[in-house]
């Protein structure tokens, strides 16, 4: 256990500091020599890829509408239910967050406007591994719906037997998505991102997955001919603030939950009371080992930290020192602490909401800044498969009265050819050359 009131400085930024991300420099040169192949080979480079490491007799990146309506069909009634009260969740929730044009006259006879557009191409990655992550086909595809956008597709690396879990394919389906090709990893990211013979070229690529993704969706995001990327990524976290009258169990539960996902998550309990740290802790240690993923959770755990504050209002500011991910508040009366809590990609308040929640099935989106850019980077939204232009429109009278101001400034700028532009049409509205 850490007293928070004990530590100097230094010892308080070493005791949120997160793991180093891998970003080695063979790290960098391994994605950008696949970019560099994918770019150059196209379908075979991403083709001899997937073989490699996902699956050796691959024909095809195509999964065909036969086998995505095939593999939707396996899904058990019961998961189907899940899937669809989740999807119907998250339609409401970014639904509601639709923007609405702008139009207003700045001067009399200037117009301005704001208009939202959806974005035309999405690539939608999921990654492979343990589990089949349904959740974040949803959490990707159904704010694409929502947008509008018109070309959806996802790729995900197959299994041995060419396909994919059928939970997925039944998630795509409800979105929208009939284009899935069958490939991860940063080949995958490069594919989307320079377009191949089968796969097209996206406008913005969404979605998690390990370092060589992560560091391939920087590295395209970073080209001219690239695609833009949702946001930063590192490790997933929580931190769970909680006093004196939380639920020890919950609070380990909440803890795990997120140490599930990988070795190198993050979870961190912060509260004003040790009796409560000290009864987290050993329910961690019982709930550990009833976990089918005990395995990956434990080193997680073996790695967190358990903060004492001197009050609430004290852990409250060492959560906004490190921006969590996830933010549990297990305090009561939580809400009224709300307002004094600044940054957290999104926040659970109350013994009653878990991650879990979050994560599938209560409406907002699991995809979030990690890392501590939830101080300057936003949960996923409806907005993030948008754009937004403006437009200008000024009559004649609208010349007359802001020329002489667009004037003025071009010329302290010494830009001549902008005052220009203004001054000939000032002339031909009867204004002298230099009006």
């Not at 006093?243 to 309990?269: K, Y």
């Not at 878990?354 to 996923?380: F, R, W």
């Amino acid at each position: 256990m850490i007293t928070w009131s004990s530590l100097s400085s230094d010892e308080k930024k070493q005791a949120l500091a997160r793991p180093a991300m891998a970003n080695s420099q063979q790290l960098k040169q391994t994605v950008s020599d696949i970019i560099a192949k994918v770019e150059t080979s196209g379908d075979e480079a991403v083709l001899d890829y997937t073989r490699t490491f996902d699956c050796p007799d691959l024909q095809s990146l195509i999964l065909s509408q036969e086998n995505i309506d095939a593999l939707a069909a396996q899904v058990t009634p019961e998961v189907a239910a899940a899937i669809d009260t989740a999807f119907n969740n998250i339609k409401q929730f970014h639904e509601a967050q639709s923007p609405t044009d702008i139009a207003l006259t700045t001067t009399p006879g200037v117009d301005c406007e704001l208009r939202f557009t959806a974005l035309d191409a999405v690539g939608l990655y999921i990654p492979g591994g343990s589990a089949p992550l349904p959740s974040t086909v949803l959490m990707l595809g159904v704010p694409a719906l929502v947008a509008g956008c018109e070309n959806k597709l996802l790729c995900t690396p197959p299994n041995k037997a060419q396909l994919i879990a059928p939970e997925i394919a039944y998630a795509a389906r409800k979105c929208g998505i009939d284009k899935i090709f069958l490939c991860g990893g940063a080949q995958a990211i490069a594919a989307m991102a320079l377009g191949t013979q089968t796969i097209p070229q996206v406008d913005k690529i969404f979605g998690p997955g390990n370092s060589f993704v992560t560091e391939a969706k920087q590295q395209v995001s970073q080209r001219a001919d690239g695609a833009a990327i949702d946001m930063p990524a590192g490790p997933s976290e929580v931190l769970v603030l909680a006093d004196a009258l939380a639920d020890a169990e919950f609070v380990a539960a909440d803890l795990l939950s997120q140490a599930e996902h990988g070795p190198d998550s993050q979870a961190i309990l912060v509260s004003d009371d040790a009796t409560l740290i000290a009864n987290a802790k050993a329910a961690v240690e019982r709930q550990l080992a009833t976990l089918s993923r005990a395995e990956i959770a434990r080193p997680a755990m073996e790695n967190a930290r358990y903060i004492l504050a001197g009050s609430i209002e004290e852990a409250i500011e060492v959560s906004n020192a490190y921006a969590p991910e996830h933010l549990i508040v297990q305090i009561e009366d939580a809400r009224r602490y709300l307002s004094k809590i600044k940054y957290a990609g999104s926040i659970f308040l109350g013994p009653w909401s878990p991650e879990s929640a979050g994560d599938y099935a209560s409406g907002t989106n699991h995809v979030l800044p990690t890392y501590g850019y939830a101080k300057n980077y936003s949960s996923l939204g409806l907005l993030d498969f948008m754009r937004r232009f403006t437009i200008q429109e000024l009559s004649a009278d609208g010349m007359r009265n802001l020329g002489p101001a667009i004037m003025a400034l071009a010329n302290a700028e010494g830009l001549d050819a902008h005052e220009q532009a203004v001054a000939l049409r000032m002339k031909k509205l009867g204004f002298g050359g230099n009006a």
